[in-house]
């Protein structure tokens, strides 16, 4: 079954971060449900990009949104669907493992961007759940922005550890994207 979010504006943090610290489920290890959120119109608050770019230590007078900028207002969309009644367990004690972004062309800070998000996979592994979540930025139908991250709820599987060295995933210059 798929749960689809829509807003006109993104979730308050405040307000989610308050929710996940009292919601409680189950710890055990669940199937997670297909969820999408979707923010149609997203303006660039410029005094927000301006802190978090001196923050970040961006340049504050570039007309271009950082790379990594898109994930803030992204952020509070993920958070509603770990959110959601019909995902099996809180957000709170995962762990983010893994993020990986593209950019397929310089976003301008004055641009309206609608954002998508989805639980698009998830797979057990030897120290607990995996879940990843895609996001897209797109302009008037454009995508100039995606991410995939992934984060773990950790727990017991039936997933024995792999006999050798761990492999790792080869790093990618950023420059080379």
């Given at each position: 079954?798929?749960?689809?979010?829509?807003?006109?504006?993104?979730?308050?943090?405040?307000?989610?971060?308050?929710?996940?610290?009292?919601?409680?489920?189950?710890?055990?290890?669940?199937?997670?449900?297909?969820?999408?959120a979707?923010?149609?119109?997203?303006?660039?608050?410029?005094?927000?990009?301006?802190?978090?770019?001196?923050?970040?230590?961006?340049?504050?007078?570039?007309?271009?949104?950082?790379?990594?900028?898109?994930?803030?207002?992204?952020?509070?969309?993920?958070?509603?669907?770990?959110?959601?009644?019909?995902?099996?367990?809180?957000?709170?004690?995962?762990?983010?493992?893994?993020?990986?972004?593209?950019?397929?062309?310089?976003?301008?800070?004055?641009?309206?961007?609608?954002?998508?998000c989805?639980?698009?996979?998830?797979?057990?592994?030897?120290?607990?759940?995996?879940?990843?979540?895609?996001?897209?930025?797109?302009?008037?139908?454009?995508?100039?922005?995606?991410?995939?991250?992934?984060?773990?709820?950790?727990?017991?599987?039936?997933?024995?550890?792999?006999?050798?060295?761990k492999?790792?995933?080869?790093?990618?210059?950023?420059?080379?994207?």
């Amino acid at each position: 079954m798929l749960n689809e979010l829509h807003f006109q504006r993104p979730p308050s943090m405040p307000g989610l971060l308050l929710r996940a610290a009292i919601t409680r489920k189950p710890s055990a290890m669940a199937p997670v449900p297909s969820l999408t959120a979707q923010l149609e119109e997203l303006s660039i608050d410029a005094q927000h990009l301006a802190r978090y770019s001196k923050v970040c230590g961006f340049d504050t007078d570039s007309d271009y949104l950082p790379a990594t900028y898109p994930h803030m207002p992204a952020f509070s969309l993920q958070m509603e669907m770990l959110l959601h009644k019909s995902f099996p367990f809180s957000p709170i004690g995962m762990v983010h493992t893994r993020n990986s972004i593209s950019q397929f062309r310089p976003i301008h800070r004055e641009e309206k961007l609608a954002l998508s998000c989805a639980v698009s996979d998830s797979r057990t592994t030897e120290i607990g759940l995996e879940v990843d979540i895609t996001t897209e930025a797109t302009i008037k139908g454009e995508k100039v922005w995606s991410e995939l991250t992934t984060v773990l709820k950790r727990g017991k599987t039936s997933v024995k550890p792999a006999k050798g060295p761990k492999k790792h995933a080869p790093m990618q210059d950023f420059a080379e994207r």
